[in-house]
């Protein structure tokens, strides 16, 4: 996996990828969240979905123009703002919600991090799990990473996607 970060400088920097508008990388921009933030609302209703967790909130650059109406909470390695709460996924069980948001994040950890990513959101409690996924990286991940999904979109032609997972 090509974009596997271990040091924390880069996530304090930020990628140049979505620079002026976020520096939390190109996944994080307006035009790059646009069918996102039109099929957030639609699995929150569907799943009667009252409150949720960002874990890898960023900056907040697109989520506050999602449509919905929820109990949102955003977490993030380096808060860059004052409402996003310091939170590590790796060393730290987050509280119990309806749905954890966990977006671009997995796919810069090692595997054995992802693990123990995986370990603390399904400890918290939480009834579903968001998260991106790269089919190109499949091939190298071990299977117990490997999740099912009840719902899925799309996000390039590269295989990208968002997945929804019962947890």
């Known amino acids: 996996m090509s974009d596997i970060i271990t040091e924390v400088d880069k996530y304090i920097t930020g990628w140049t ?30 799943y009667e979905i009252s409150t949720v967790s960002d874990i890898g909130a960023g900056d ?25 709460i310091e939170f590590d996924v790796v060393k730290q069980i987050p509280e119990g919600c309806d749905l954890i948001l966990c977006l671009w994040v997995l796919n810069h950890l090692p595997f054995e991090h992802c693990q123990a990513a995986i370990r603390n959101i399904k400890a918290s ?43």
Do not use: H
Request: contains cysteine.
């Open 60 to 84: 907040l650059n697109w989520i506050n123009s999602v449509d919905w109406d929820v109990d949102y909470t955003p977490y993030d390695l380096v808060p860059r703002l004052p409402e996003v």
């Open 125 to 167: 409690g939480s009834e579903y799990l968001m998260m991106t996924d790269r089919l190109r990286y499949r091939e190298d991940q071990p299977p117990e990473i490997e999740m099912k999904y009840i719902e899925k979109m799309s996000l390039n032609d590269l295989g990208d996607s968002i997945m929804l997972i019962k947890l």
């Open 17 to 46: 990828g979505g620079l002026p508008e976020t520096p939390c990388g190109f996944g994080s921009k307006m035009k790059a969240t646009q069918a996102q933030r039109e099929w957030m609302p639609m699995i929150v209703e569907k």
